[in-house]
């Protein structure tokens, strides 16, 4: 089960004996302990039927023992391991011989980065227990997800167009998208609601702007420009996944419509059915025009291939993989 499902039915699953949180997303790991806290301990106070221990120095014996020793101000304990990549690999048999027959009143829960489908234990766990993945989540879950959000924790009504341009402006970060929920919630106030003006108001515009002057630069042949503004934004603190998720999000729009002008779509219609307004058609004649037909095809690709980098898949920088992405956007064409 991926994280952001989990969080929005944990309090109607059934309580199980094994928990497997994994994953590299710190905000969803967090909020995924703290749903199944709640759903083991619903309306109780926890902290004395919690018991934590660090994956790198804890023993076999002693994270069973606690797991097999009776609570006195609950039915239920909970043991989690945190960080628990070494423990697994350094006990795996024990634990699949305890998954397999799990005892006690105590659940156990790994907290790792990597959960391998393919081990036993993994489909032992899937048999009895939930394995809960939190790594980064996917775009088109993200929208539904804040509306929820917003509704539950801060009393408000984030409309689903405001949603989906949240997701646009911050990308793929559900720890800085929750964040954002909150402050607009408080901007609302009484009146409960937050609406695209609200996001578009509150949500980064100065950064939102910065990048689309980027894009806009590095698409129309200016590259100097497009990495001076590129140098602004990392200096004021920006994170270069979040950046790449921005200009994504405008940049597949301008190969959506190019693919359509391919089929002799005309450009109005095109950059209408790719999602791009009235007032950037212009704009977007000109990007299609620096970049030529061959380039815009590859647009997909290339965000692919510096995402991958970004997440580990290169030895440069962040800043130079950026930095590559908007110069080869820059060159001039050769179609």
């Known amino acids: 089960m991926n994280a952001l499902e989990w969080l929005r039915e944990s309090g109607q699953q059934p309580v199980r004996s094994v928990y497997a949180v994994f994953g590299d997303d710190s905000y969803l790991i967090r909020e995924s302990i703290k749903a199944v806290v709640r759903a083991v301990f619903p309306g109780e106070e926890s902290d004395a039927t919690i018991s934590r221990f660090a994956g790198a120095q804890a023993s076999l014996a002693e994270v069973l023992d606690e797991v097999c020793t009776l609570p006195f101000f609950s039915r239920l304990r909970l043991v989690i391991v945190e960080e628990a990549d070494p423990f697994i690999s350094k006990y795996r048999k024990e634990l699949e011989a305890f998954v397999e027959h799990p005892r006690g009143s105590g659940i156990l829960l790994f907290q790792s980065k990597q959960w391998l489908a393919t081990t036993k234990l993994t489909k032992l766990v899937d048999k009895i227990g939930l394995a809960i993945d939190c790594s980064g ?20 009504q984030l409309d689903s167009d405001a949603a989906r341009l949240l997701v646009e402006l911050v990308g793929p970060e559900a720890g800085i998208l929750a964040a954002e929920v909150e402050k607009l919630a408080v901007y609302a106030g009484d009146s409960k609601r937050i609406d695209r003006q609200d996001v578009a108001k509150l949500v980064g515009a100065g950064r939102v702007e910065t990048i689309w002057k ?32 921005a200009m994504s999000a405008n940049l597949l729009k301008l ?6 002008r391919t089929a002799h779509v005309n ?21 299609h025009a620096h970049l030529g037909p061959s380039r815009v095809d590859q647009l997909p690709t290339w965000l692919l291939r510096t995402d991958l980098d970004l997440k580990g898949g290169s030895s440069l ?19």
Do not use: Y
């Open 137 to 156: 989540p996917r775009e088109g879950e993200l929208a539904g997800w804040l509306i929820q959000l917003a509704s539950t924790r801060d009393d408000a």
């Open 214 to 245: 980027a894009l806009d630069a590095a698409t129309t042949g200016q590259g100097r420009i497009a990495l001076e503004h590129l140098d602004n934004l990392l200096a004021a603190g920006e994170m270069p996944t979040p950046l790449l998720a």
């Open 255 to 260: 190969h959506h419509a190019g693919r359509l």
């Open 267 to 287: 450009l109005d219609e095109a950059c209408r059915m790719a999602g791009i307004p009235a007032f950037a058609v212009e704009k977007t004649r000109r990007q």
């Open 317 to 335: 920088e962040p800043r130079v993989v950026l930095e590559q992405l908007l110069i080869r956007l820059a060159l001039p064409r050769t179609d």
